[in-house]
């Protein structure tokens, strides 16, 4: 009997210790089968549940921290100035190109250019036409009448346009740090966010002493939120900043090209005044 006793209290123990290692293995399963209810529970559920409209962009940003609140509403402001810049460049720098076709156009027309610099007038209105206005100020100062032209005239136009197309560029890049600070500050920020966001959950757990789904996830929910709105800023940013800089770089080209070229034709009528002088030297 005894004997017959041991083994059936072995044979309970064994049972016991099967279910309970199956129990375990279905615990995971039973968990994520929890945790999908939780979150698929409708607006009146019992208390406990969250419903998919708590998760909202609204209200994941009305139910978080303050702290989190500040880095959003200053993520969001940095992306709409962004794309204020990059709206504007683009208008600017569309405008750039049509001015420099329109004048070069013109330039290349036969116009003299003393003509030409009276059609610009004292207030140029474009970059192309302020680089050029440089250039004629200093030629037409450069130019004593019944004298020739002053020694050195050729380097001195070329300075003044050089001026002028530094200070161009320096109009045209106007505003682009900022794209290039938010590229590389709001994925920081964002993960600033992310951390204080993970840290409310961690109080949530502490505070209630329960790790169930509804507990963490508004947390953890805020901090992904923070971590896209970073992306947000940082992404087009980034991009914006690669292609306004080389339109820069291609629109400074141009007008550096222009400059190499009205150089070229001022060097040309330096030569014929200075020609007979020559001759008569040589003579």
Request: aromatic share 6%.
């Amino acid at each position: 009997m005894r004997a017959k006793a041991r083994n059936a209290g072995r044979e309970a123990e064994a049972v016991v210790s099967i279910e309970l290692v199956t129990l375990g293995s279905m615990l995971p399963a039973l968990a994520q089968t929890a945790a999908v209810e939780t979150l698929q529970a409708p607006p009146g559920a019992s208390p406990g549940t969250v419903s998919p409209e708590d998760f909202s962009t609204l209200n994941l940003f009305l139910k978080a921290t303050l702290t989190v609140q500040i880095v959003a509403i200053v993520l969001v402001v940095a992306s709409v100035w962004c794309w204020a810049i990059v709206i504007n460049k683009a208008l600017q720098f569309r405008r750039v190109r049509n001015d420099v076709a329109s004048f070069e156009d013109t330039f290349w027309s036969g116009i003299s250019l003393e003509e030409l610099h009276e059609r610009v007038g004292r207030d140029p209105a474009s970059p192309i036409e302020r680089v050029f206005s440089a250039g004629m100020v200093e030629w037409n100062r450069s130019v004593v009448p019944g004298s020739g032209i002053l020694p050195g005239t050729q380097a001195r136009v070329e300075r003044a346009m050089g001026v002028a197309i530094t200070r161009e560029g320096q109009s045209l890049s106007n505003r682009l740090g900022f794209l290039a600070t938010t590229g590389a500050v709001a994925p920081f920020v964002g993960l600033f966010g992310t951390v204080w966001g993970i840290k409310h959950s961690f109080e949530s757990i502490a505070a209630m002493q329960n790790t169930n789904l509804a507990v963490v996830a508004p947390g953890i929910a805020e901090a992904l939120f923070v971590t896209a709105l970073g992306l947000l800023a940082a992404i087009p940013a980034v991009v914006a900043y690669n292609r306004l800089g080389a339109d820069v770089e291609r629109l400074l080209g141009d007008l550096e090209a222009f400059a190499d070229e009205f150089a070229t034709i001022l060097g040309r009528q330096i030569d014929r005044a200075s020609m007979p002088q020559r001759m008569a030297e040589a003579g």
